[in-house]
């Protein structure tokens, strides 16, 4: 099956959530900038103050809508703070979209388990079930199948807008 890229249906006019611009062009939106793509799901522009690796890492936004890459390092005291999904590769001061509600890809650890909790780990971006003590839970974040192997993409499904949430 050929899974396409989300689609925006607002009325932003060149939004794509699968490109990213670079730190030596323009943003083409206002940071902060949401659309609603095919399907239900929601994204949200935004500035990479360090490179977010491609599609499925988490990143952990501002509320300037500066984002990185989520990890035990950056979540800790951030509860309630929006964490959301690249469609690409976004670059250091680079400018691209997350998206934090739908159907999406996630970049998690191995054999993470499906419709399980997951918290961030120390690898940036990615998710894990494992439930380590002092690690911060991403609510909002749902693997429809398991992970059977290596760290990897795998399907998810993103309900009522992601965020930090409590520590484990």
Do not use: C
């Amino acid at each position: 099956m050929v899974t396409l890229p989300a689609i925006p249906t607002s009325a932003v006019i060149g939004a794509r959530v699968d490109v990213a611009e670079t730190a030596t062009e323009t943003a083409r939106f206002a940071l902060g900038t949401q659309v609603e793509l095919t399907g239900g799901g929601k994204a949200v522009y935004i500035k990479a103050t360090a490179a977010i690796t491609g599609e499925g890492y988490a990143a952990i936004v501002d509320k300037d809508f500066n984002a990185a890459m989520v990890s035990t390092v950056n979540a800790v005291g951030r509860r309630g703070d929006l964490v959301g999904f690249a469609q690409a590769a976004i670059p250091l001061n680079g400018f691209g979209w997350l998206v934090y509600e739908g159907a999406t890809k996630v970049w998690v650890a191995a054999t993470a388990a499906g419709h399980i909790e997951l918290n961030v780990t120390a690898v940036p971006g990615q998710l894990d079930d494992d439930a380590t003590a002092t690690r911060q839970v991403i609510d909002g974040v749902v693997l429809t199948v398991a992970n059977g192997g290596a760290a990897a993409l795998v399907e998810g499904k993103l309900v009522g807008g992601t965020k930090v949430g409590r520590t484990l």
